[in-house]
Structures are given as C-alpha cells and as structure tokens.
C-alpha cells in the first residue's frame, strides 16, 4: 500500500525511540489495536547526531510482518544520499532526509521519487522555514524539528510554532498535499498548540511509550491534536484536502 497522504485527519505518530528496543513488535501491537497504523523510526549516525539509534533491518523486518505500520524512517545522518536508498528499498513508506545534510536537496528528491518512496524533508530548530518553503512543490512531507534532534525525552521549543503555521499557510496556499510534521517533545501539554499551529503527523515517542497506558496515551493525544487543528484550519481547508476528508469520513 502506498503512503497516506494528509486528509485532514491528524496522526499522532509513535517514534520507536522509545520504544522497548527489545521488544518493539510487542511495543507496537497495543498501539496498532487502539488504531495507529504509523510510525517513526529514528535513523541516527552518530556524526550527525551525537547517538546511534536503528538500521534498514528494523524497517525490514517490521514489514515482513502482517499488520505492518506505514513507516517514516527519519534519517539523521550525514550522507543522506548514500543512506536514503537504502531505507526506502528496506520498505520505509517516506524517507526523510535533513536539508541540513544535503547541499543539492533536488536531486535526491527525485532519485527517491523516481524509486517509489515518498520524500520528506527535514530542519533542524535553527534551521529557518525558508529552504522548506522553497521545496514544498516537490516534497509529500516537511518537517520541523520541535528538539535539537539525537534524543527522546526533551523538551518542545515553542519558539517553533511560527515556522511551522508559515510552513501550513504556504502548504495550504499552495495546495499542497504535503504533511507537516512535528517531532520533539509532543506531549499532552503541546500537543494541542503543535496542531494548532498547523501540525497534521505528531511524532510522539516518551509521551506514547512511557506512558502508564501507550494505547489510552495515543488515543488521548490524537483527539486533542484533531481538536485543535480543526478548531484553528478546519475551515481553512484545501478543496482537495476537505473532498479527501469527506471520502475518508
Ligand atoms: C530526536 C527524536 C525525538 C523522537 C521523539 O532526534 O527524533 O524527537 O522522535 O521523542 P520524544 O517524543 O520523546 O521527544
């Protein structure tokens, strides 16, 4: 199945950093009974990041199982041109790449494109929307980093709501079905003001995983972040994205 695009419903999107990594099938079953059916893999070199997290074997071997996620595997690495083929032959849904890392964004664009993957691309929090912006024609998913990225746990930078409501004002303006995607430090505190902002995929990882109850936790977020994206761009949204959601239901 290919990747969902944005239907004006908002994904709540568990970041399997936080998951038990020894057990993070088991991890995951809850969470796909209670309706998630995306997830996060953090893909961290250690060089572009300071942490070394998962390979191409993780989302291999997640797919090769009945009732997979739909997988964004995020690369945080320092030669995403080498790596991004890579994940997205081992099944990733979207790859995403930081701009960070990639001087000629365009050209790995399409070489993804042109191998079936859906693209993402990434910024860090002092990295401004502006190279975002200008890419938002040819990418199915931008994303803005909520945390200095390389761990789970910290705190969400509100100085970031501005970039992404001018990264979902452009999107809508454009039309764009391209998700806007949030990641670092969503929790029950800001995940609303997130998706007010104009957020449609909440990468979740200690709020969902290290919650008493994951499954009440995802569920609990995910009707907070459709409240309030509805409540601030319902109206606002594109004719396809409203026909889209009128089909979706
Ligand atoms: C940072 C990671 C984290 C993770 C989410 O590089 O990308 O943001 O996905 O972790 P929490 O939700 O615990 O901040």
């Not at 998630?36 to 961290?44: P, Q, R």
């Not at 100085?159 to 806007?180: N, S, T």
């Not at 998706?195 to 499954?215: I, M, Q, R, W």
Request: aromatic share 8%; net charge positive.
């Amino acid at each position: 199945m290919k990747a969902p695009r944005p239907d004006g419903k908002v994904r709540i999107v568990p970041s399997l950093l936080a998951a038990d990594f020894a057990a993070v099938r088991q991890s995951w079953a809850p969470l796909a009974a209670a309706g998630a059916d995306w997830a996060s893999v953090d893909v961290m070199d250690g060089h572009f990041v300071p942490n070394l997290s998962f390979g191409p074997d993780l989302v291999s071997a997640l797919k090769a199982k009945p009732g997979a996620p739909f997988i964004d595997s995020h690369l945080m690495v320092t030669d995403p041109a080498a790596y991004a083929p890579v994940f997205a032959a081992a099944g990733s849904d979207w790859v995403t790449f930081h701009l960070e890392a990639c001087p000629r964004p365009k050209a790995l664009i399409k070489k993804l494109k042109d191998s079936g993957v859906a693209v993402g691309v990434a910024i860090k929090p002092k990295t401004p929307a502006a190279g975002l912006l200008k890419l938002l024609p040819d990418i199915d998913l931008a994303l803005v980093m909520t945390v200095e990225p390389g761990f789970g746990g910290q705190s969400f930078i509100p100085e970031m709501l501005p970039k992404l409501r001018e990264l979902r004002e452009a999107i809508d303006r454009l039309g764009r079905r391209c998700w806007l995607q949030v990641d670092g430090g969503v929790n029950d505190k800001w995940v609303a003001p997130a998706a007010a902002a104009g957020g449609d995929s909440l990468v979740a990882g200690s709020a969902v995983f290290k919650a008493a109850d994951p499954a009440a936790a995802w569920k609990r977020l995910t009707a907070a972040a459709q409240e309030a994206f509805d409540k601030e761009w319902g109206a606002a949204l594109t004719p396809t994205l409203s026909r889209s959601r009128e089909r979706a239901g």
